[in-house]
Each structure stands twice: as C-alpha cells, then as structure tokens.
C-alpha cells in the first residue's frame, strides 16, 4: 500500500516568508509525527498527533511552528516569519494505534530559508 | 524526560568483520526501545524495537540489539559487516510510563564498511 507521503519535496523561500509543509500519512494509522533533521543533525521532535487527543506540541522551537491535523488524517506544519535557522529536512512519520507501533517516515521536505 | 545517546559519531568496520553501535538511554519509568536506519537518499526505516521479553531482539537484515537494563544500554551488533550495511542510524526511546507517543532519537551514527 502506499507509504506516507509529504509536500513538497523542496523547498526554498526568503528569510521573512511563511511556508506550509504536508503530510499524508498512512490510511488507518492514528498517530502522525513531526521531527525536523538538520545537516549533521540527529532527529528533533516537533509534535506529535494521536487520534482526537490533544496533540503533544512540546518539541515546537518557537511560536512561529505551529501544525494541525484536519480529519485525523492529513497534517500541515506551518512556519511563519522563516529563519535562516529553520534551514533543514522536515520529517513526517506516521504509526498505528498502540504505543509500541513503529513509526513509518516519509522521504521529508528539505526546507532552504535564504 | 527521556533521553538517548550515541557516543559514537562514526564507526568503520572492515567487510566481514562483526560491528556495534553503541546507545545509552535515559528515561523515569520502563522504555520502549528502537533502532532505525537511513541509507543515502532514501528515508528512515525501521530495523528493530524492544517492548518486553528476551533482551536479544533481531531486527531485519541481520541485525540484533541487547537491551541491558541494568547499564541503560541498547547496543546495536550484526555478526558480519556488510559493504551495503554503511548507511546512518538512530536509536530512539519512548518512555512506557509517561504513557505518550513521544519519541526521542539520538543524534545519530554513521557506520563505514569497507570491502
């Protein structure tokens, strides 16, 4: 069956610019994952979605990351007011129910702030 | 909170011989426990995970990993270095206690197999 998938594959805007990055997950799994992978980086946690609870944003850098998940399925990260520090690739994973589910990545957004 | 750490940034093994990457955690209650890996240009994929049961747990391609709770360890091993094995992996723990999904990855270890 299909994997997860994200939107765009790249990205490059100006320093200032807000983006949308998307996620589609895997039908069926509940829970959806944000992490942010910079160069030479390991993976950060960003947030995370698991069905109609309250999503556990305590990775978010700043208050211009923001992300929501319409319909429990499809996920959007929004950054506004880019930095050239939010350079990176943006990961999105997805699992099934149950906590000890592996997560299952999509291939990222790499996002380019100039 | 929980924790993960690869004390190693790089590791080169020769082809044939038996590798281990190394992974520490730190977490309040019982640990999930994870390996990943990512070839070059393409995503992260799953290799193993410990939830419970034999601490020995063999993942997909060869590899093991031996959860040692006593020394907070998840040390990642595969008898037989592959060339096609060098590729970057992560350990990740999720804490079973705090009852969340929330994951947290180490920094990462780049292995090198060379023929």
């Known amino acids: 069956g299909a994997g997860v998938s994200q939107s765009p594959s790249n990205k490059v805007t100006e320093k200032g610019k807000d983006v949308e990055l998307r996620c589609d997950p895997i039908s069926g799994h509940t829970a959806l994952y944000w992490y942010r992978q910079s160069l030479g980086q390991g993976l950060e946690f960003l947030i995370y979605f698991q069905g109609n609870s309250a999503p556990d944003k305590s990775g978010l850098p700043s208050d211009r990351f923001s992300a929501e998940r319409t319909g429990g399925s499809v996920s959007t990260l929004t950054i506004q007011r880019t930095q050239q520090e939010d350079s990176a690739v943006y990961l999105c994973?997805?699992?099934?129910?149950?906590?000890?589910?592996?997560?299952?990545f999509g291939p990222g957004t790499r996002l380019t702030v100039l | 909170a929980q924790s993960v750490a690869q004390p190693e940034d790089q590791v080169n093994v020769a082809e044939g011989n038996p590798l281990t990457v190394k992974c520490t955690y730190s977490?309040?209650?019982?640990?999930?426990l994870f390996w990943y890996v990512q070839y070059p240009n393409r995503g992260l994929q799953f290799l193993l995970k410990?939830?419970?049961?034999?601490?020995l747990v063999k993942g997909s391609y060869g590899f093991e990993a031996e959860f040692n709770k006593s020394q907070t360890s998840f040390h990642l091993k595969k008898p037989s270095a592959l060339v096609s094995d060098s590729a970057l992996y992560f350990c990740a723990v999720r804490d079973l206690n705090t009852g969340g999904f929330k994951t947290i990855f180490g920094a990462g270890t780049r292995l090198f197999v060379k023929a």
């Open positions: 994973a997805s699992s099934s129910p149950g906590g000890r589910d592996t997560q299952y």
């Open positions: 410990y939830i419970t049961g034999d601490n």
């Open positions: 977490v309040s209650g019982n640990p999930y």
